[in-house]
């Protein structure tokens, strides 16, 4: 399942876990419902999760979509990292929370230790040369410090945060962005609020 995005994600889980209290598979109507998009959307979904053989479809039969265990990880491990709003890759932005919730544990198994991490959405490019990429969602491990060289979440001093690389240096702390076109920035301090420890790449 390492190769599926977040929203794949949850719409496979939303499958097993109709079918195991149902006892019979979820319409596109319900999934649609669900989460609150048409029916074309679901179908996109369910096309491309056909194409990575993470469910099974019979066509003209109701009802019928199946979720494929074999393709999942044998632990079937099920946990959820809190999505909480989205973080600058580039220039920094407001700090915000909206949280809901993603099934990123098959990815990493990080079952164990799901209390201290959360998701932010990126947004830009400033990360770029680390494999990090606009809209990506990255797993923070929630720290107040951080080694050097370390790519961490850094609240502002304004109250914006950023995603950057962080360097405790003489007299400053130096930001560095992972884009060769893009400088660095420079603080004399910043509050940490966490350390990148993953990436779920964005569909």
Same mark, same amino acid.
């Given at each position: 399942?390492?190769?599926?995005?977040? $929203?794949?994600? *949850?719409?496979?889980?939303?499958?097993?876990?109709?079918?195991?209290?149902?006892? !019979?598979?979820?319409? #596109? @109507?319900?999934?649609?419902?669900?989460?609150?998009?048409? =029916?074309?959307? %679901?179908?996109? !979904? /369910? $096309?491309?999760?056909?194409?990575?053989?993470?469910?099974?479809?019979?066509? !003209?039969?109701?009802?019928?979509? @199946?979720?494929?265990?074999?393709? #999942?990880?044998?632990?079937?491990?099920?946990?959820?990292?809190?999505?909480?709003?989205?973080?600058? +890759?580039?220039?920094?932005?407001?700090?915000?929370?909206? $949280?809901?919730?993603?099934?990123?544990?098959?990815?990493?198994?990080?079952?164990?230790? *799901?209390?201290?991490?959360?998701? /932010?959405? &990126?947004?830009?490019?400033?990360?770029?040369?680390?494999?990090?990429?606009?809209?990506?969602?990255?797993?923070?491990? =929630?720290?107040?410090?951080?080694?050097?060289?370390?790519?961490?979440? +850094?609240?502002?001093?304004?109250?914006?945060?950023?995603?950057?690389?962080? !360097?405790?240096?003489?007299?400053?702390?130096?930001?560095?962005?992972?884009?060769?076109?893009?400088?660095?920035?420079?603080?004399?301090?910043?509050?940490?609020?966490?350390? %990148? =420890?993953? &990436? %779920?790449?964005?569909?």
């Amino acid at each position: 399942m390492a190769n599926l995005t977040p $929203r794949q994600m *949850r719409v496979v889980e939303f499958i097993r876990r109709f079918r195991a209290k149902r006892g !019979y598979a979820p319409t #596109l @109507e319900e999934i649609a419902s669900h989460f609150g998009v048409i =029916k074309a959307t %679901v179908q996109t !979904y /369910l $096309r491309t999760l056909v194409e990575k053989g993470v469910i099974r479809r019979r066509r !003209y039969e109701h009802r019928s979509l @199946e979720v494929v265990e074999s393709a #999942l990880p044998e632990s079937e491990r099920r946990d959820a990292l809190p999505l909480v709003g989205r973080v600058a +890759a580039g220039e920094p932005i407001e700090a915000i929370e909206e $949280r809901e919730w993603v099934d990123v544990g098959d990815v990493l198994g990080l079952s164990g230790a *799901r209390r201290s991490l959360y998701l /932010l959405e &990126v947004r830009g490019d400033s990360m770029i040369d680390d494999g990090i990429f606009d809209g990506d969602y990255v797993i923070i491990e =929630k720290r107040p410090t951080a080694h050097n060289g370390e790519t961490v979440v +850094a609240l502002m001093p304004d109250g914006t945060a950023t995603l950057k690389r962080f !360097y405790k240096e003489k007299n400053r702390i130096r930001l560095q962005p992972a884009n060769a076109k893009l400088k660095p920035i420079y603080v004399r301090d910043v509050t940490l609020r966490g350390v %990148v =420890k993953g &990436v %779920v790449r964005a569909m």
